[in-house]
């Protein structure tokens, strides 16, 4: 079996320190922790050792502060949010303004593979669209019109279909979340 350098405990002034540091309020890192604010609470507040995940989290954290800023979800200028998603994993934020034809992306993998658009990090709005399409049935596909009708939609448009199907693919774990601003 494997073992590592990692420390078992860790004291609640430890946790406090490194949140603080980072300029992380309680609400901030009991979200990047998965855990309750009062659990934060408690954790800073304990005079005895702490033990568990949050111990190779502060190590990581200590290490690799930047990992905390590129988590971080940007507030979306745009009227449309799309949230690329592998199975519960963030992958591509798409923000999109379609009246101007607007986009910006935020990628929350260093995967190329699990982004949406690959290793482009500025998508032109041509772009957006055949993503969109690349997530659809193919508009040549045979009895579509019955697809569509199954659909309850009239005519083929990608957008329309990924909010009825939210564009998973029988073949990947990838699909989409849409967030109107």
């Not at 190590?59 to 949010?81: D, G, S």
């Not at 935020?106 to 690959?118: K, L, W």
């Not at 019109?145 to 279909?161: M, R, T, V």
């Amino acid at each position: 079996m494997t073992t590592y350098a990692v420390s078992n405990e860790i004291y609640g002034k430890t946790i406090r320190s490194m949140r603080k540091r980072l300029g992380l309020t309680q609400a901030e890192l009991a979200s990047l922790a998965n855990v309750s604010v009062e659990t934060i609470d408690q954790w800073e507040s304990a005079t005895e050792a702490i033990n568990g995940p949050i111990v190779t989290l502060v190590r990581v954290f200590n290490e690799y502060p930047q990992i905390v800023e590129n988590m971080v979800i940007p507030e979306n200028p745009y009227p449309l949010r799309l949230w690329y998603m592998r199975d519960n994993e963030v992958c591509t934020i798409i923000d999109v303004d379609e009246r101007l034809r607007k986009v910006r992306i935020h990628n929350y993998t260093t995967d190329y593979i699990s982004r949406a658009f690959g290793i482009n990090d500025r998508p032109t709005f041509e772009e957006y669209e055949a993503f969109l399409e690349s997530r659809c049935f193919p508009r040549t596909r045979d009895k579509m019109k019955l697809i569509l009708a199954d659909l309850g939609l009239p005519f083929y448009d990608p957008f329309l279909i990924i909010e009825k199907t939210e564009g998973r693919m029988a073949e990947d774990n990838y699909w989409i979340r849409i967030e109107r601003g």
